[in-house]
Every structure is written in C-alpha cells, then in structure tokens.
C-alpha cells in the first residue's frame, strides 16, 4: 500500500489515469485533468463510458453472471438473491421502460424510495440512458421532496407503495401524491410506483407500476458510452442557508474516485468478501458505497431494507452472521447505540466473518472505536475511520488496512492522490496540534461540479475562503506524527445520527409557523446521536390569543418540523423564550445557547446587546419551563 503513496505523490495525475482506467471506457480519454478554469474542473473529459454498464455488463461480458450481486434481506424476514445477470438483465427492462415514458439523457428522474433491489436498479436504469437521478431520501417529508423536485425540473418520481420500517409499513406514494397536489411539480409527467409493502395506494392519471411497465418492456438495452462530464447526478445536502443545494457529480470522475476507494479503503478481495454498508441509498454513503463502489468492483453485498431494532436489536448481528459479512461499514451513532445497551447482544452471534470495520458520517469517539475494535470485530479486524462528504463524493481521509498503526479516534491520512491542508483564518498552514480549518489542496477526480443551477454558490461556499483551496466546512488538526483528527463542522451545519441538517433550514421551517416571531436552533451535544436539535423560539403574543401550554407549543412545534423536513430533522427540545441572545451587531450568539442546550456554564456574554437575556433563559431553564 506504500506503494500507492509513492506512485501518487510521484505523479497525481498519472496516478489518477491508472485509477481511472480500471473503469471501461467506451471511448478511452486522453486528456486527465483540465483545471484551466478552476473551481470548475474538468476529469477525463475526452473520454466517454456508461456508469451502468460498468457496474453490470462488465462483469457479465468477463463470465461473473452468476456472481452474486445483492443479498436483499426485507424487514419482515423475506429475502431475494439477484446475481449480476439478474441485475442486468432488470436493469435493462427498466431502462427500456424509462425511454418509453420520454426519458432522455439529461432528464432528471427523482427517486424516492425504501432499501430494496428495485431503487438500485432503477438508479442503475437511470444512469444507463444518461439521465440524472436525484434521490430522495425516504424519510423526508413531502413538501422536503416538492422543493426538490422543483428545483431539479425532475420528469419522473420512482417511488413505492411503501417499505418496511420498525415493523410497520411506512407510506411513501402517499408523500409523492402531497408532492404532486394541486398541480404543484408541473414538471412531473409520471409515477413509477413499486409495490412492496400493498398497502392501499391511490392511482392518478400519472401513475403507473413498475412491474407492468417492466413486463411490458424489451429485454434488450445496449448502454452506449456519454461524456466523462456527463452529470451521473444530484443529491441535496444541506448547507449554512435555508435551502439545501443540489449537489452535482458527474461520470468519469466521480466513478473513478467511488471504486478507487472502495477497494483501496476496505483492502478488498472481490473474489471472497461479503460486503455491507448499512447507509440507506438517500445519502451519498448509499451512492458511493452501496451502488457506484461496489458495483463497479463486483463485490457480493448485503441490503437491509430495516432499521436496527427491527424486530429486536439483534438484528444486525445475525444479518453478518447469517450472510458471512466480512466488511462492515457503518455510522459511529450506531455504535454508540449499541454500546449503550451492552455487549451482550454482540456476543451472542458468530461474527467471526469480519475481517475490516469501517466508521462514516462524524468524528468516532476512542471510546466507541475500541468497543467497535473489540467488541464487533474481536481485536481482530481493523477500522477504518473514513472522512468526506457529499460534495467529495468519495472518501479522502481514511487509514488504509494495513498500512500503518490505526489510533483510535483519529481518520489519520488523506488517501493517495488527495492533498489536504489544515489552515488558520489567513490560509496560512496551522502548527502540528493547533486548531484550523480543513482544506482539500488540489482538485481530486470525484469532487462535486457545481450546485445545481448555482455557480454563484458553488463558488461561495467551497472557494472563496481561501482562493485555490476547497474549503470543507471542518475544523482539524494534525497531531505531532502528522495525523489528522476531524473536530467536526466550523459552520451551520449539524450532524444528528450522521444525518446532516442546517439549522438555517430548520429555523425557516419553525418561522414559517404563524406561532413563531423568532427561531434560533443549535446542535447541542448528544451522547448517542453525536448532535441533537435544540431549537429556541419566540412566540408571537398576538398569534396565540387561546394559548395552549407551553408543552403543547413545543410538541406542536416539533411536528410541525418533522411535517416541514422530516422525523430526522423533529427538535429534540424547543424552548419558549422571549428574547434572544445577539450581538449589538444583531447576530445571533448560538455559542450560547448552544452552552444552555447542553447544560454547561454559560461563556463570555460580554458582546452582547443586552447581558441580561442570557440569565433570563437560564433562569427559565432552571425553573423547568422547557418542554
Ligand atoms: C462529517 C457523509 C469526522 C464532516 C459522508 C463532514 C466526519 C460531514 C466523518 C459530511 C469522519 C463525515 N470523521 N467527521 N469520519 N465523516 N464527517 O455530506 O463534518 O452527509 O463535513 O457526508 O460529515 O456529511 P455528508
């Protein structure tokens, strides 16, 4: 593994060619890298291939058709093998059906759906005709997916009747008909709905099932090869504004970087692993690490429809043991979850399989890496505690197996081919030990294009701090052998059981409430979910002349959160208040409400407006009227 170090710092852009050409090009590329216009990057821009066709065709035209491809274990029990001939030979009705609804290349096609077979192949059908998907995680609400289906001008939702989830079958149909209600997302011209759960779905002049429209579709699709730059597609992530950004990647790159790292994070044997990630498809861990990684190295994986707990906390435990899982990635919250209700549940199962563990989505405490060491992987397996985001669209900073000494807590290397920096607020390179900002120095093969419809902001938000540098968001610093530990985000954004949320976002959900005057929201620290959602509030006295209790306020506030964005986003805790800690500037002080929310000592109120405010909610905390 050295090796690759070597061979990457010798020539990075060579090195990234080889990474690239275990893809298959329909067209190879000449040219590796044009960054003559930066931040707009452009990655074997002349070469052309097909994302599908490199996750499927491939590996049936070298005679692994009947390799396993997925492991499909439903919620309820039920379970479903599909080999790589299956996946492609779905894929390919899919896609066929897709053109007959007038899907073209370009169209955007969003998805909304629960952990089955059928979302990886109709993403992979979307891919195959160059269309671009934007998928949406099932959890959000409905009005979360209009906004998104709005700004990405998608033309189809694919979606099912539901899925299962904490034994109940959770409506999604339901979701896109508000979505598509009183004429709003005009865009949408079809319904593709898969029936999974039969719960009772209404059926509009729009809608169709995927399993008639697939019956009725050829069988044969040839995937023809589109530009490296092609945009794959848009995932929404949220930022320090109100508005989640569609964030864009596109073809060559982006494969490139999702397979070079799988293989090279997890140190992965395809002949023999038995691979599971248990992010749900919604999130860019489900792109790269469930779909594009995976599929592109052929691997054999595991897909849970369900959470956890479902219908005990056993659960996940049998899943590796039943399926032999010998790579297991998974979400440090999880962990903590776990370790929380003791090991015995661990114990009880033969998890003598694992042999790599990997963390994603927030920083891991050493407490939860050790019981993960040992606990889950026996002292035996190593852990890899993988760092990047939606916009990198694939891991930066990771150990690689083998290696070098893993440390507990810290995500140490930024991975061949990728050059990091730790800055101070000037942009000048920060001490070994001293705090700073996050920067990625030279531009890497899978990083985001562009937000969608945005250069403006694409610019702003990751460029404009310090010029050249992508700008991450994160707080880091090395520690005295150059490792790099993540001290989490610096800005607006929050991290709440690894999902990430905006308290921006969720403060002009709560202002949109007639109730609501003022909102101001903060990740306050959870043991469990690594941050929580605490929300501040004022209330309009005028508005609430029959008023209900303050406990009733804040329940009825925090549905209407979940109805606005989703559960994920639901606060944990709303407090009435009547005013707001600012500066004489106007601005917000969050750092001390974020003190309150977790109960510590209020800091320095010295730059306050009016001193007086903090000891006002302070005292209504201790008095208890909170909800
Ligand atoms: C955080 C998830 C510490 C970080 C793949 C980043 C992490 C944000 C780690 C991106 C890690 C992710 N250690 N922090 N190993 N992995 N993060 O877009 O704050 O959902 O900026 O992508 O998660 O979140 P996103």
């Not at 209600?181 to 509009?204: M, Q, W, Y």
């Not at 659960?315 to 903590?336: G, M």
């Not at 370790?339 to 994603?360: A, T």
């Not at 993540?486 to 949109?512: M, N, P």
């Amino acid at each position: 593994m050295t090796d690759l170090y070597d061979l990457a710092s010798k020539d990075r852009l060579a090195f990234w060619a080889d990474q690239a050409k275990r893809l298959f090009w329909h067209k190879p590329f000449t040219k590796t890298l044009d960054w003559s216009n930066p931040p707009f990057a452009k990655w074997f821009e002349d070469g052309q291939l097909n994302a599908s066709y490199n996750c499927l065709d491939r590996h049936v035209i070298a005679g692994n058709g009947d390799k396993v491809a997925l492991l499909f274990e439903g919620e309820p029990g039920d379970t479903k093998t599909y080999t790589y001939s299956e996946l492609l030979s779905e894929t390919k009705k899919a896609a066929n059906a897709l053109v007959g609804l007038g899907v073209q290349a370009g169209d955007r096609v969003a998805i909304y759906m629960p952990m089955i077979p059928e979302t990886i192949i109709a993403i992979l059908a979307v891919a195959r005709i160059g269309a671009v998907h934007s998928v949406v995680f099932g959890g959000f609400s409905s009005e979360s997916l209009r906004s998104r289906i709005d700004d990405a001008q998608a033309k189809l939702v694919i979606t099912a009747d539901g899925g299962y989830r904490k034994g109940k079958a959770h409506p999604l149909k339901e979701a896109v008909d508000q979505a598509l209600a009183d004429g709003n997302c005009p865009s949408i011209e079809h319904v593709l709905v898969v029936e999974r759960t039969k719960n009772e779905v209404s059926f509009g002049p729009k809608d169709l099932w995927w399993h008639e429209a697939l019956e009725a579709a050829a069988s044969e699709h040839v995937a023809v090869g589109f530009d490296s730059e092609h945009p794959l597609f848009i995932l929404y992530t949220s930022g320090t504004t109100g508005k989640p950004k569609g964030i864009l990647h596109t073809t060559g790159g982006y494969l490139t970087g999702a397979s070079y790292t799988h293989k090279t994070v997890f140190g992965l044997k395809s002949e023999t692993d038995i691979y599971w990630c248990t992010a749900d498809v919604g999130w860019i861990t489900g792109h790269s690490y469930v779909i594009y990684g995976p599929l592109v190295n052929g691997v054999t994986q595991v897909i849970y429809e369900g959470t956890p707990d479902s219908p005990s906390f056993e659960r996940w435990w049998q899943i590796i043991a039943k399926y032999q899982v010998s790579i297991f990635y998974t979400a440090p919250t999880a962990i903590r979850t776990f370790m929380k209700i003791g090991r015995e549940i661990v114990d009880g199962h033969d998890l003598s399989s694992l042999r790599i563990l990997g963390s994603v989505g927030e920083p891991i405490n050493p407490e939860a890496w050790n019981w993960y060491h040992q606990v889950v992987g026996g002292s035996r397996c190593e852990i890899v505690d993988t760092w990047w985001q939606t916009e990198t669209g694939s891991i930066l900073i990771s150990p690689i197996p083998g290696a070098f000494k893993t440390k507990p807590g810290s995500a140490q290397r930024a991975l061949p081919g990728i050059s990091v920096g730790i800055v101070d607020e000037n942009g000048v390179p920060v001490e070994r030990n001293v705090a700073g900002y996050l920067t990625i120095d030279e531009p890497w093969p899978s990083m985001l294009r562009g937000v969608w419809g945005d250069p403006t902001r694409f610019k702003e938000t990751y460029w404009n701090k310090f010029p050249g540098k992508y700008f991450a968001g994160d707080g880091a610093r090395f520690d005295e052998d150059g490792d790099i530990w993540l001290l989490g985000r610096i800005d607006d954004v929050i991290k709440v059981s690894g999902h990430r949320l905006s308290t921006a976002e969720i403060e002009s959900a709560l202002v949109e409430h007639h109730w609501v005057a003022e909102a101001a929201v903060v990740g306050a620290k959870d043991e469990i979910t690594e941050q929580a959602v605490v929300a501040f509030v004022i209330l309009r006295q005028d508005e609430i002349a029959d008023a209900p209790s303050e406990t009733d306020i804040a329940k009825i506030l925090r549905d209407w959160v979940t109805q606005k964005i989703g559960a994920i986003a639901r606060p944990r805790q709303i407090m009435v208040v009547t005013e707001l800690p600012k500066t004489r500037s106007g601005k917000i002080m969050r750092r001390l409400l974020r003190d309150v929310a977790e109960g510590k000592p209020v800091g320095d109120v010295t730059t306050l407006a009016d001193s007086s405010v903090m000891s006002a909610i302070n005292d209504k905390l201790h008095s208890g009227a909170s909800d």
